[in-house]
């Protein structure tokens, strides 16, 4: 047996060597369109400083990196709390994924692609919000409360120019209408292209916090999106429209 483990010792290592590779790509992969690289560049720049500072004799210098250093781990945690929700989430839903697949309460959803198709079809600007799992409460700005059935009539009017909190994002939770006019956080991705509004900003900023489900109505184009994960999915027409959010949420989060 021991003369297999030392036969096998290039095998051992190839298998090291490939996990740990594994591991550096879906690292990549997870930091890709964040602001993560530019913080770990500057953490490393840090561990230089330190270990130059110690070799150097500054005792000032390596005396404070020490002391960052030795709260490393609350500092990455603080840093990279939403990126740690998004990959939680991200695992989450891969493992729920067929759960959520199932067929969701159909009238809210029918509600939602009338309201979206009319509103597209005036070139009307629009942001709603469906909640899921998680809160979206911690993430919302300003905002009016309002208690209101899910209809394609109420969604419309709020979002026509003259009413008075059509600047900002319907909030639908647990099956009702619960606020309006709330603004989102911007995402920070710069990989986003350019040529999209803050509206589309604002859908992906949030959905990359949050497991909530964010449609868009362009009020240049007229086009439907919707974001989910930190992923925006454009040009749906009604159709696409229910079939993604028949995907997307689960009648437990429509009542």
Known sequence: MTDLLKNSGWLLDLLDIALVGFIIYRLILFLKGTLAPRLIVGLAIALACYVAG????????????????????????????????????????????????????PAIIDELVVAAETLASKRIGALIVIERAMAVNPFLAVGTEIDAKVTSEIITSIFLPYSPIHDGAVIIQRGKLTRAGCFLPITQNPEVAKSLGSRHRAAIGLSEMVDAVVMVVSEETGIISVAVGGRLRRNLDPATLRRYLKRFLDPRWLQ
Not at 60 to 87: E, K, Y
């Open 54 to 105: 110690r070799f150097a004799g500054l005792q000032t210098l390596a005396w404070i990196l020490n002391s960052f250093l030795g709260s490393l781990i609350i500092v990455l945690v603080i840093i990279f709390q939403h990126d740690i929700r998004r990959a939680l989430f991200n695992l989450s839903r891969s493992r729920f994924g067929a759960e959520d697949a199932r067929e969701a309460t």
